[in-house]
């Protein structure tokens, strides 16, 4: 009896190894699932404010940068530039942003948030920092601060365009 207890350990720990090894665990992976989750989390904050993750990401970009045009706004938001067209259009339409002709060309629109967006923005930003510090708990602000710029630096080495 001993020897069978045994051999169901070592089969029962032998299967637990498989099915930890059989499970993607690289650094891309759980980022993967982590951008899935954070989306999730992130809809759930800006929701209520009748805006969508990528609207919320959009004013952000905005406030950050102040004026851009749609294709910048697109490589900033990691959307296509036809998504990013709707999406300014839904935020014009609601009064979140302005769009003005660029002075140096006449081609180019320029878009900016309106005080509108930024009222948005603000209510939002609360719920969002909340998330934000749900995803790690044990970081104090240096953390925080560390964490931010070895993210920026992966994002930097990774994209031919910068952020």
Known sequence: MTTSKKL????????????????PMGLAYLVGRLDHVLNGRLRDAVTPAGLSVPQYTALSVFRAHGSLSNAQLATRTMISPQSA????????AR?????????????IIQI???????????ECD??????ERMMFPELDDQGRAQLHAQLRHAVRALSVQGM
């Open 8 to 23: 169901s350990v070592a089969d029962a720990a032998a299967t637990a190894t498989a099915s930890v090894a059989a499970k």
């Open 85 to 92: 067209n709707e999406m300014v259009k839904q935020m014009q």
């Open 95 to 107: 009064g979140w942003i302005v769009r003005t002709p660029d002075p140096a060309h006449g081609r």
């Open 112 to 122: 900016s948030l309106t005080e509108a967006g930024q009222a948005v923005l603000v």
């Open 126 to 131: 609360a719920r969002v920092a909340e998330v």
